[in-house]
C-alpha cells in the first residue's frame, strides 16, 4: 500500500470521494445583516455578494444568493435548494449572520427572530441539522460554510427557563455523520469572529481568495485560509473545519486541462502526508508522519509542529501549576494559617505564575518558529510549482497557471493601502485616529513610533506593502498603552483607578492618604474668644460680699464680711479692756 493511502487510512476516516471533476456544482448564499430585534450587522449582506459573485466566477451551475431571510423565506430557500442538491454532485451552503449555541446543537437566526427566552431557539431558528438534511442528496461533496460566530446579542439578553440550560459563547464543535463532508467555522468552535475594518470580514476575504484556486485540495485551501485569517487578525482568529474526506485530492474547482505535462515531483506523496498531518496537527499525527518518513525536508518540519505542540503542552501545566498554587495560597489566607506557612505558599505561587509566563513566552517562540517554517514551505512548493509550470510551458509552447496559489497580493489603490496600514497600526497599538485614507501627519507619527518600538527603519512619509507586512508580523502589541490621568492600563484597554476609602487619588496617578483636617477659628469664634475676658471681669465675684458696716480697730478699719455683723461687747467686767467695745461677731 502506498505511503498516501497508508497515511490517509490512520487520520482519515470516510469514504473515498468519487472524480475530482465535478459534473454539477450548487450553491446557497444566505447573509442576514438587517435584524429586527438587534443591531445591525455591518458585514454579512456584503459577504454573501462577495461569495456568491466567486461561487459563479468559479463556473458553479446554480448559485443562489440570498439576502436578509426572515424565518419564512430561509425555510423556503433552503427547501428549494434541497431540490438543486438532489441533481448535483458538489452542493455548497454558505451562511453569513447571527447564529448561537444552546445545549451543544448550533443554529441560524433568521432576521425576524427576537428570541426573548431560550424555548424560542426551537421556535425561531433553524438548526444546523437542517442545513445538513438540505445538501445531503449530493453525490460527491456536501459544503457548509459559516461565518456566524460573531458575538451574540441574543444570548445577553435571553431569559432561561432553565438555569442549568447552557448558551455557549460562538458555535459548538460538530462531528457530521454523512461521509464526503466538511463544515467550516469562521472561529474555532467556541470562540467568536471579527467583522474587521474594511467592508468584507477577513474570513470571506480569504475564501475568496483561496477556494477557487484551479485543481487545489479542499483540506488544503480550508489551511491556507486559516493561515490569512490568522495572520489578518493579529492570530486572534483561527477558522476550524470539521469532517472528513477521503484521501483523493477534491477541489472546488477543477484543475485546467493540460496536453502534457513534466513528472510529478517525487515529494509528492510525502508533501500530501504532511499537510494530512498538519490538517489533523496532534502529536500522535506528527509521530507516526516522522515515523515513516524520518529524515529530510518534511521530516524537519514536521519535528518544529511536534516542539510547538510539546510548547503548548508546557504552557498548559504550568498554567494549571500556577493555578493551583494560587488556590492553596488563598486557602491558606482564609484559613489563618500560620504566616510562615502563607509565605511559603505566596513564595510557591509567584513562582508558579514566573514558570506560566516562561512557559507562554517559549510557546510564542515556538509558534513564530513554525509559522515561518510554514512560509519558508510555502515558498518553495510555489518556487517548484512555478518551474513545473515553466517547463510545461516551454514543452508544450502553452501558458498553463501553476496549481500552488502565490502569496503575491492583487494592486490596490493608495488609498486602499493607507487603509491597511492604519487598521494594523491600529491593531498594534500605535494609531489612535480613525482610517480615513489619507496619509497624513498623524499617519507618520504612528509608523515613527512603530519604527521606534519595533526597532524598524521605514520612511514615515509612504505606506507601503513592506511596512504592511512588518506590521502584520507582529502578533501583539508593539506601541505601549498610554492612558490618561485618573485611569491606568489593564491589558489592551484603560481602566479607571478607585481608591478606597480614606484615600484619594494624587497627581502621581497612585492613592494616596487623605490628611486629617485641622480645625480652624472663624471670625464668630475669634469674636467669642476675645469677648470672654470682658465677660469674666464683668461678672460678680463669688467671694463673700460686705455687709456694707465697718469694722474698725487698732489696726484700722475694714468693711464687715457677709454672714457678720458688728455688735458691743457685754460688759461683765468693768476692769477688762474690752468693756465697752464693739466686735465683728459671725454665725
Known amino acids: 500500500m502506498g505511503a498516501l493511502r497508508w497515511f490517509s487510512l490512520i487520520f482519515f476516516l470516510g469514504l473515498a470521494c468519487g472524480s475530482a471533476h465535478a459534473e454539477r456544482r450548487v450553491a446557497l448564499v444566505i447573509g442576514n445583516s438587517g435584524y429586527k430585534s438587534v443591531a445591525r450587522l455591518a458585514n454579512p449582506a456584503n459577504d454573501a455578494t462577495l461569495v456568491g459573485g466567486m461561487f459563479k466566477?468559479?463556473?458553479?451551475?446554480?448559485?443562489?444568493?440570498?439576502?436578509?431571510?426572515?424565518?419564512?423565506?430561509?425555510?423556503?430557500?433552503?427547501?428549494?435548494?434541497?431540490?438543486?442538491?438532489?441533481?448535483?454532485?458538489?452542493?455548497?451552503?454558505?451562511?453569513?449572520?447571527?447564529?448561537?449555541?444552546?445545549?451543544?446543537?448550533?443554529?441560524?437566526?433568521?432576521?425576524?427572530?427576537?428570541?426573548?427566552?431560550?424555548?424560542?431557539?426551537?421556535?425561531?431558528?433553524?438548526?444546523?441539522?437542517?442545513?445538513?438534511?438540505?445538501?445531503?442528496?449530493?453525490?460527491?461533496?456536501?459544503?457548509?460554510?459559516?461565518?456566524?460566530?460573531?458575538?451574540?446579542?441574543?444570548?445577553?439578553?435571553?431569559?432561561?427557563?432553565?438555569?442549568?440550560?447552557?448558551?455557549?459563547?460562538?458555535?459548538?464543535?460538530?462531528?457530521?455523520?454523512?461521509?464526503?463532508?466538511?463544515?467550516?467555522?469562521?472561529?474555532?468552535?467556541?470562540?467568536?469572529?471579527?467583522?474587521?475594518?474594511?467592508?468584507?470580514?477577513?474570513?470571506?476575504?480569504?475564501?475568496?481568495?483561496?477556494?477557487?484556486?484551479?485543481?487545489?485540495?479542499?483540506?488544503?485551501?480550508?489551511?491556507?485560509?486559516?493561515?490569512?485569517?490568522?495572520?489578518?487578525?493579529?492570530?486572534?482568529?483561527?477558522?476550524?473545519?470539521?469532517?472528513?474526506?477521503?484521501?483523493?485530492?477534491?477541489?472546488?474547482?477543477?484543475?485546467?486541462?493540460?496536453?502534457?505535462?513534466?513528472?510529478?515531483?517525487?515529494?509528492?506523496?510525502?508533501?500530501?502526508?504532511?499537510?494530512?498531518?498538519?490538517?489533523?496537527?496532534?502529536?500522535?499525527?506528527?509521530?507516526?508522519?516522522?515515523?515513516?518518513?524520518?529524515?529530510?525536508?518534511?521530516?524537519?518540519?514536521?519535528?518544529?509542529?511536534?516542539?510547538?505542540?510539546?510548547?503548548?503542552?508546557?504552557?498548559?501545566?504550568?498554567?494549571?501549576?500556577?493555578?493551583?498554587?494560587?488556590?492553596?495560597?488563598?486557602?491558606?489566607?482564609?484559613?489563618?494559617?500560620?504566616?510562615?506557612?502563607?509565605?511559603?505558599?505566596?513564595?510557591?505561587?509567584?513562582?508558579?505564575?514566573?514558570?506560566?509566563?516562561?512557559?507562554?513566552?517559549?510557546?510564542?517562540?515556538?509558534?513564530?518558529?513554525?509559522?515561518?517554517?510554514?512560509?519558508?514551505?510555502?515558498e518553495a512548493e510555489a518556487a517548484v510549482a512555478k518551474a513545473l509550470a515553466d517547463k510545461q510551458a516551454n514543452d508544450t509552447e502553452q501558458k498553463v497557471a501553476a496549481v500552488a496559489p502565490t502569496s503575491t497580493l492583487p494592486s490596490m489603490s493608495p488609498q486602499e493601502m493607507t487603509k491597511l496600514v492604519h487598521s494594523e497600526l491600529r491593531r498594534v497599538g500605535c494609531l489612535t485616529t480613525p482610517a480615513d485614507g489619507e496619509w497624513n501627519a498623524s499617519s507618520q507619527r504612528s509608523l515613527t513610533l512603530f519604527n521606534r518600538y519595533a526597532g524598524t527603519k521605514f520612511d514615515a512619509k509612504l505606506a507601503s506593502l513592506d511596512v504592511l507586512d512588518a506590521i502584520r508580523a507582529r502578533p501583539n502589541r508593539v506601541c505601549p498603552l498610554v492612558c490618561e490621568h485618573g485611569f491606568k492600563a489593564d491589558g489592551d484597554a484603560c481602566v479607571r483607578i478607585t481608591c478606597r476609602a480614606g484615600y484619594r487619588l494624587g497627581d502621581d496617578n497612585a492613592c494616596e492618604r487623605i490628611p486629617d483636617k485641622k480645625p480652624l477659628a472663624t471670625r464668630d469664634d475669634t469674636r467669642k474668644r476675645d469677648g470672654e475676658p470682658r465677660q469674666v471681669e464683668a461678672a460678680p465675684s463669688s467671694k463673700p460680699q460686705a455687709s456694707g458696716q465697718m469694722f474698725c480697730n487698732s489696726a484700722g478699719c475694714r468693711p464687715v464680711g457677709k454672714g457678720c455683723r458688728v455688735e458691743a461687747a457685754p460688759i461683765t467686767d468693768q476692769s477688762s479692756p474690752m468693756a465697752g467695745r464693739t466686735r465683728e461677731v459671725c454665725n
Not at 445531503?136 to 460566530?149: F, G, M, S, T, Y
Open 57 to 378: 466566477k468559479a463556473g458553479f451551475d446554480f448559485v443562489d444568493t440570498r439576502l436578509d431571510l426572515n424565518v419564512v423565506d430561509m425555510r423556503k430557500a433552503l427547501r428549494e435548494f434541497g431540490s438543486k442538491a438532489r441533481e448535483a454532485d458538489v452542493a455548497v451552503i454558505y451562511y453569513a449572520g447571527h447564529g448561537i449555541e444552546l445545549d451543544g446543537n448550533n443554529y441560524l437566526i433568521p432576521t425576524d427572530a427576537a428570541l426573548e427566552t431560550d424555548t424560542d431557539v426551537l421556535d425561531e431558528a433553524f438548526p444546523l441539522d437542517r442545513v445538513l438534511f438540505a445538501i445531503e442528496p449530493a453525490k460527491q461533496l456536501r459544503l457548509v460554510i459559516l461565518d456566524a460566530c460573531r458575538d451574540n446579542p441574543f444570548a445577553k439578553t435571553m431569559k432561561r427557563t432553565v438555569a442549568s440550560r447552557a448558551i455557549g459563547r460562538g458555535l459548538a464543535k460538530v462531528e457530521p455523520t454523512s461521509p464526503n463532508t466538511m463544515i467550516a467555522f469562521a472561529a474555532k468552535a467556541g470562540s467568536t469572529a471579527s467583522d474587521g475594518d474594511a467592508k468584507n470580514s477577513p474570513f470571506a476575504e480569504a475564501l475568496v481568495g483561496r477556494l477557487p484556486t484551479p485543481g487545489l485540495d479542499l483540506r488544503k485551501a480550508f489551511g491556507f485560509v486559516r493561515d490569512d485569517v490568522l495572520k489578518n487578525t493579529g492570530y486572534k482568529q483561527e477558522p476550524y473545519v470539521y469532517g472528513s474526506l477521503g484521501g483523493d485530492d477534491v477541489p472546488l474547482v477543477p484543475a485546467k486541462p493540460v496536453v502534457a505535462g513534466p513528472q510529478a515531483s517525487p515529494d509528492s506523496e510525502i508533501r500530501r502526508d504532511y499537510e494530512l498531518a498538519l490538517q489533523l496537527g496532534t502529536r500522535e499525527g506528527w509521530t507516526a508522519f516522522l515515523n515513516h518518513y524520518p529524515g529530510g525536508f518534511y521530516a524537519d518540519l514536521a519535528k518544529g509542529q511536534l516542539s510547538k505542540i510539546a510548547a503548548e503542552e508546557a504552557r498548559a501545566a504550568a498554567a494549571e501549576k500556577a493555578r493551583q498554587a494560587e488556590e492553596e495560597k488563598a486557602r491558606l489566607v482564609a484559613d489563618r494559617a500560620k504566616k510562615i506557612e502563607q509565605e511559603k505558599a505566596a513564595a510557591a505561587a509567584k513562582a508558579a505564575e514566573d514558570a506560566r509566563m516562561a512557559a507562554e513566552k517559549a510557546k510564542q517562540m515556538e509558534e513564530a518558529k513554525a509559522a515561518a517554517a510554514e512560509q519558508r514551505r510555502k
